[in-house]
């Protein structure tokens, strides 16, 4: 077993390290003054870094393929503000020599503790037919198993083994609150969009090797369109569910994107349905800034520009509480 070295965001400004990585990205790019220069995406649980090999790099590109494990020793330096990896050496690791989850990032809560949690929203429902149903999906055993450990996405927020169940727990933590305020609000039906918006990306994304990827079915059907799928085979399960019931499920699924202009296939059309795709883009939005005001460099006070919120952000005066600080669960329907 190879030691790991360094973790990305533990990398110095300066000097000379080595470390295991994931490549995640890969590619012969030209030199201004002709040839050209091999870049590498490298990446771990703890961050990515940007990589170039500018001695043969034809060579050095046979070496290994995106998604393998590599050994790489090199000079670190500053771009563009952003540290950077000058790569000397560099080789292919066999699977023996690491241990996959050095490699892709995890909630840092425990799974079985977080469905024990989402299985105590389901038993809050009141409603018999909807709180049967939820039942029966989320003790599925194939969807139980792959919420465990699915990420909510790729990049943009919750990018990490168990983000998508953290994420609708963070949901249904924030339905509680808000029903509390707008007590005409239907706490139910939120706990059931929380759960079922974005269940089909358990169909749309997988660990292969030590990275996430689209499956087939992800890249051409889309997690809104395998959600429903999940919905109407679980609702079939059930002679006599109502049918305005499903319909509102339905609508949940296909509206919580908001705007048709960012993936919805309808614009929220009930109070639920505005809340849901509200709370949806505030919890996205949260986890991101924080995860990226955390892994800013130390000592800097703004964040490198972030292209998908166009915009740097400021790390502020003060500390943030850690996510551990933060309330996680909720107890009698309140935040606890």
Known sequence: ????????????????????????EKELRPKRNGGSFLSVRLAD???????????????????FDCNDVV??????????????LIVSRIRRCEQQEYTASDFYPASIRD???????????????????????????????????????APAAMKIHHAFRGGLL??????????????????RLNLDWLIAGAILHDLGKIETLELTGVRF?????????????????ILEKHVGRFAGFPLDLKT???????????DLDKGALRRPMLPEAFALSLL?????????????????PAGEEFTSYVPSLERQLFRGFGEHPEPGDRPQTIEGGKAA
């Open 45 to 63: 649980r703890s961050g990515e870094i940007d990589a170039k090999a500018w001695d043969n790099p034809e060579t050095v590109a046979q070496l």
């Open 213 to 229: 990827a689209y499956t087939t079915r992800g890249q051409l059907i889309e997690h809104v369109t395998l959600g429903l799928e």
């Open 71 to 84: 050994k790489v020793r090199g000079a670190m330096e500053q771009y563009n503000d952003k540290p950077q």
């Open 248 to 258: 509102i499920l339905q609508h949940f699924i296909v509206s919580h994107h908001g």
């Open 111 to 149: 799974p079985e503790e977080m469905f024990g949690e989402l299985e105590s929203f389901v038993a809050m429902v009141h409603d018999e037919p909807l709180r049967q149903l939820l039942e029966s999906i989320i003790n599925d055993v194939s969807i139980g198993a792959r919420l465990k450990t």
């Open 1 to 24: 077993m190879e030691n790991k070295g360094f973790y990305i965001n533990d990398l110095p400004q300066s000097g000379e390290v080595t470390f295991l990585a994931a490549v995640i």
């Open 166 to 183: 953290e994420h609708i727990l963070s949901l249904c933590n924030l339905a509680a609150a808000l029903t509390a305020h707008y007590p």
């Open 280 to 296: 949806d883009l505030m919890d996205a939005r949260m986890e991101q800034v924080f995860r990226l005001i955390a892994s800013a």
